[in-house]
Structure formats: C-alpha cells, structure tokens
C-alpha cells in the first residue's frame, strides 16, 4: 500500500476543482478527499483519483452502514456516483476519465 499522503497543494486543488462540496450529495462541511482507487489498491495521489467527500459519503464509499438510510443506499451506490461525477466533470473539459485522453473533437480547453 502506498503511504505518501496528498499534499496540501493537491488537497486545496481537489477542493477547489469540486466547489468546495461533497461531489456526491453537495454537503459543504468536514470535507475529505477519497481516493477513488483506494491506496490499498494501489490507486495514487493523482487528481484523476481524488474526489471530495463529505464523512458520511466517504463512509458509505469505504462500506459503512448507517441505520438512518435505506439500507439499499451504500458503498455502490456512492461509488456509481462518485464515477457519474467525475466522468461528467472531465468530459466537461474534453477529457476522458479515467484515463485522461481527449476526446476526439472537442476543442482545447486552455
């Protein structure tokens, strides 16, 4: 398992990049960065793996259960969410995710 921890350049970055919510459900506070190929893994500190989580979402993506949710709502669900969400945000910028590839005909974004 990788041990290096993201850097606070990276971290303000991803925060930034999501508008300083939880990509999933929107949730403003106790912002945490998830790695979308957990670490254990062997998924990176690479921007294309980071995603910005609100605890409770971060939880449900490591499979934690919560008695105050349907019990169908979990660890796929976030998941499935989590890719919607990134896939929409780099084809946003002409990009495939997660690979990073351009997407044929659309225009350079810098």
Not at 3 to 8: E, F, L, M, R, V
Not at 34 to 53: A, F, K, P, W, Y
Not at 54 to 65: F, N, R, W, Y
Request: proline share 6%; net charge negative.
């Amino acid at each position: 398992m990788k041990k290096t921890s993201i850097t606070n350049e990276t971290r303000k970055a991803i925060y930034r990049r999501d508008g300083y919510q939880c990509a999933v459900c929107g949730d403003p506070r106790r912002l945490q960065i998830h790695h979308i190929d957990h670490r254990s893994q062997g998924g990176g500190n690479e921007q294309m793996n980071l995603v910005t989580l609100c605890p409770i979402c971060h939880a449900l993506a490591h499979g934690t259960k919560f008695p105050a949710l349907p019990e169908e709502y979990g660890p796929d669900d976030v998941q499935q969410a989590i890719v919607e969400y990134m896939a929409d945000l780099y084809a946003d910028l002409g990009f495939t995710w997660p690979d990073g590839q351009p997407i044929d005909g659309v225009e350079d974004w810098h």
